[in-house]
């Protein structure tokens, strides 16, 4: 993974494709967990242990995606604090926490 740099320069689109790739992958993991929770909390006694398996695994698959994204965001640390971009990408990962 490459970390980007500033320059005069606009970011290339398969860097800003890739950072949104991330973005959606994180956020339908975080709809996976959810649908998992709800399946396991409405789950009956037979089922529970299994359900519990899919809810465990869906939140490790989340972290996984969630990690990505943060590595990704990590490449544009050169965005300044005050940055409209920045300010953006912070928004995004606090409505959807």
Do not use: K
Not at 55 to 73: K, W
């Amino acid at each position: 993974m490459r970390t980007e740099t500033r320059s005069d320069h606009a970011l290339d689109p398969w860097v800003i494709d890739e950072l949104i790739e991330c973005y959606v992958s994180w956020r339908e993991e975080c709809h996976a967990v959810h649908q998992a929770y709800e399946l396991w909390v409405d789950s009956t006694r037979a089922l529970e242990w299994l359900t519990y398996a899919r809810y465990v695994a869906a939140l490790d698959r989340e972290e996984r995606a969630a990690r990505a994204y943060a590595d990704h965001i990590g490449r544009f640390d050169w965005i300044s604090d005050d940055s409209a971009a920045n300010s953006w990408i912070r928004s995004q990962s606090e409505d959807n926490q």
